[in-house]
């Protein structure tokens, strides 16, 4: 058991790394913003796996939590980067745009 311990905590570690990356040279927002809701659900795996490890379930709150962080801060990211002030040589398109 505690050789696959090492391995995924290994493959976790690499996956952060990796999106850390991301986040730091990213070229536009959303792949950053993405780059980020994967760095929180490495995050949640990591610390399941600490729970897994350790055979505690103090841990799930927590995990519920940033499900819930990851979720809110998706939709607000999404709605951020759809949002489209139109040009002044556009045409308006009324209400239902």
């Given amino acids: 058991m505690t050789i696959v311990l090492y391995i995924v905590t290994a493959v976790l570690s690499l996956a952060a790394a990796c999106s850390l990356a991301r986040v730091a040279q990213g070229p536009s927002m959303l792949d950053r913003a993405m780059a980020l ?3 929180l659900a490495v995050i949640m795996a990591g610390l399941g796996t600490a729970a897994v490890a350790d055979g505690d379930t103090w841990v799930l709150p927590t995990l519920l ?10 939709v607000a990211v999404a709605r951020f980067l759809t949002h489209h002030v139109p040009r002044p040589d556009e045409p308006d398109q009324g209400a239902d745009a």
């Fill in 37 to 39: 809701d994967v760095l």
């Fill in 65 to 74: 939590a940033l499900s819930l962080l990851a979720f809110v801060g998706s």
